[in-house]
């Protein structure tokens, strides 16, 4: 059976209605991103965005059960020190560490207050065993910042 218009549009408003009361009632306390956020520069909309920091895009998985979305970034091998100790200090993201074959942060979330919004913040990079020293041998590295929209 066929919906006759009306229902159609009055059914398309009530599913984001409901979305947002949904949020309100338990996603904000979760740390969940709210159903209408867009796919973005994260970093930039926390106005917390480094100027060596260059923004790729960002992707979003509306047919997973999270609805995440995740900003990529690029930073230079010879901003990369800076970058991370950056997001360190900014948000607590642990130190880069080399393990096999590349470095990378361990899996990190921060959240600005209870109500804030949580973020997976994460760097690295696959390359030789360069030290730190010579990070500005490595091209570039990654950095990514996701949310997700709906709990598990």
Do not use: N
Not at 120 to 144: A, K, L, N, Y
Request: charged share 25%; net charge negative.
């Amino acid at each position: 059976m066929l919906l006759p218009l009306a229902a159609i549009a009055h059914s398309e408003v009530k599913a984001p209605l409901g979305a947002m009361a949904e949020w309100e009632a338990h996603g904000r306390a979760e740390g969940l991103a709210r159903p209408d956020t867009p796919c973005q520069d994260f970093l930039a909309a926390l106005g917390r965005k480094p100027d060596s920091l260059h923004y790729l895009g960002c992707d979003k998985d509306d047919d997973s059960y999270l609805k995440p979305m995740t900003a990529r970034y690029a930073v230079s091998g010879a901003a990369a020190a800076e970058v991370e100790v950056y997001l360190r200090q900014r948000f607590d993201m642990p130190s880069l560490v080399y393990v096999c074959c590349g470095w990378g942060s361990e899996p990190h979330a921060w959240r600005e207050g209870p109500d804030g919004v949580r973020y997976d913040i994460g760097m690295g990079v696959e390359s030789p065993s360069f030290p730190r020293e010579h990070w500005d041998r490595i091209p570039s590295f990654g950095v990514t910042v996701g949310v997700l929209r709906q709990s598990p």
